[in-house]
């Protein structure tokens, strides 16, 4: 079965502070695609980041990071020097097949203040 | 272009009455899903179209929930003899699902109250 853990319920950091979210996942599949979302408080989902299993390089945007660790089953996001703006929920959701549902992790949110 | 919109963004309704949830996916998406993100039970898959295929409705919580999709684009969640524990965001999502994109866009939910 197919399982998300977020284990993070909370983090509050001062603005500048680097910050990392942990997501660690259960699947018996051997091909299967990751995401993350990030929910701001006007409640709409925004898509991040889809990282296929077969890829093991890690991404960087602008201050977002990626770390996809097969080893040991993680999938963690780094938010280098936050800002406020980036106070929101952030989720991780995984996926077994192209194209099929989503199962998501309980959510992290992250509070970044000035 | 223009993103998943949903309506209506807010619904109350009383206890037993049925309710219709519509979605208006990206155009020219393929697939089509539905989840409803409640304070205890967070983001839960409910249903899901993929081009012609039959649905995949391993999420519906009972058979009071059920979703068309009409001419592979619009969709209506109905939720019948509506129960106190169906209030919730109800999301609808949807992806091309080709070339390599699979990402799930989502719309900004409609917020359902059962009092």
């Known amino acids: 079965a197919q399982k998300v853990t977020q284990a993070q319920t909370e983090i509050s950091v001062v603005e500048k502070e680097d910050v990392t979210l942990d997501c660690v996942y259960e699947?018996?599949?051997?091909?299967?695609?990751l995401f993350w979302y990030k929910q701001p408080p006007s409640g709409e989902l925004v898509f991040l980041i889809r990282?296929?299993?077969?890829?093991?390089q890690n991404e960087i945007s602008g201050r977002y990071s990626w770390n996809f660790q097969k080893s040991t089953s993680s999938f963690n996001f780094t938010i280098t020097a936050s800002q406020v703006v980036d106070s929101a929920v952030y989720f991780c959701?995984?996926?077994?097949?192209?194209?099929?549902?989503?199962?998501f992790g309980a959510g992290t949110i992250l509070r970044v203040k000035s | 272009g223009a993103g998943v919109s949903q309506s209506p963004s807010n619904k109350v309704t009383e206890k037993g009455k049925d309710v219709e949830l519509r979605c208006d996916p990206i155009?020219?998406?393929?697939?089509l899903y539905w989840y409803r993100q409640s304070l205890g039970q967070g983001l839960e898959f409910l249903i899901y179209f993929q081009g012609n295929s039959a649905p995949d409705k391993s999420g519906l919580p009972s058979d009071r929930f059920s979703a068309e999709r009409t001419g592979g684009s619009v969709s209506t969640l109905t939720i019948q003899r509506t129960q106190q524990e169906d209030s919730a965001v109800y999301l609808c999502?949807?992806?091309?699902?080709?070339?390599?994109?699979?990402?799930?866009?989502f719309g900004p939910g409609t917020r359902l109250t059962v009092t």
């Open positions: 155009s020219g998406h393929t697939a």
């Open positions: 959701a995984l996926s077994e097949a192209v194209g099929n549902k989503l199962v």
């Open positions: 699947t018996r599949d051997t091909t299967y695609y």
């Open positions: 999502a949807s992806s091309l699902v080709q070339g390599g994109r699979h990402e799930q866009y």
């Open positions: 990282r296929n299993s077969f890829d093991e």
